[in-house]
């Protein structure tokens, strides 16, 4: 767009008429009429003065008019691109997902990394590679502190957790002693468990107990502190809704 078209548009947007914004600036409605088709152009100090009044900088007047001027980037937006620049390529691909939504798309989409390396209810086996899936969940809310996913495998913590299920893990809690009568994810060598944890205060030792009343291994994991590696507290979990053959929607 042309200085006199920018003109027309910042002048609506505020609603002024030509021959209020000719008062603002000691003309008539005629001199600003002839800015605007582009038969005249305003002094340097008119000029100062149309940008002081729509609180533009000069360059988005003139950025039409003058070949190699970039606009500049207000503040907001210059930090927006700052903090997406330095953000890991994983977070990148959160945005850039956000920034794609279709605007039919509900604003309760999250997507999380879910590690395949299962967590089971029963016992979970570590994969080789730390591998892992964006997942699409349809969720009302997300706790902060939740990092990633793990999907269950087992029986053993129905009817909270059922199989093919999705936890999402805090994992800032290494202090097992602090998590009692909370459910976690615990490593025991090369096994990977998801039960509710029991602090036994006497002699520092932890239960790791099912919730399934039917499961014949509720506490199986009776260890010492030094006997498992903590992986974190389940912050939330994520029901699977089979949908088809081994295709599942997951969501609250």
Do not use: W
Not at 175 to 183: A, C, G, K, V
Not at 204 to 230: H, M, P, V
């Amino acid at each position: 767009m042309s200085f006199g078209e920018r003109l027309k548009v910042v002048r609506k947007e505020l609603k002024y008429s030509q021959e209020k914004l000719g008062s603002l600036i000691g003309y008539g409605n005629t001199t600003i009429n002839g800015y605007e088709s582009g038969t005249n152009k305003p002094s340097l100090d008119v000029f100062i003065k149309l940008c002081n009044i729509f609180k533009r900088d000069p360059n988005y007047f003139l950025q039409d008019d003058i070949i190699g001027i970039a606009p500049k980037l207000n503040p907001e937006d210059q930090y927006i691109i700052d903090n997406y620049k330095s953000l890991t390529p994983h977070d990148k691909e959160i945005v850039d997902h956000i920034f794609n939504m279709k605007p039919e798309e509900p604003a309760i989409i999250y997507r999380f990394p879910v590690f395949y390396q299962s967590a089971a209810a029963g016992i979970g086996k570590l994969s080789e590679t730390e591998e892992y899936q964006m997942k699409e969940f349809r969720l009302r809310t997300v706790p902060q502190k939740a990092v990633f996913g793990m999907y269950i495998e087992g029986h053993s913590m129905e009817t909270i957790i059922y199989e093919n299920d999705v936890v999402l893990i805090d994992p800032s809690i290494k202090e097992p002693s602090s998590l009692d009568d909370e459910i976690v994810v615990a490593r025991f060598g090369e096994e990977l468990i998801c039960k509710r944890l029991s602090v036994n205060d006497e002699d520092q030792t932890y239960d790791f107990i099912s919730e399934n009343s039917s499961d014949d291994d509720k506490s199986r994991y009776n260890q010492k502190q030094s006997g498992f590696k903590l992986v974190g507290k389940v912050v939330k979990i994520i029901h699977a809704h089979e949908i088809g053959i081994g295709i599942f929607n997951y969501t609250e």
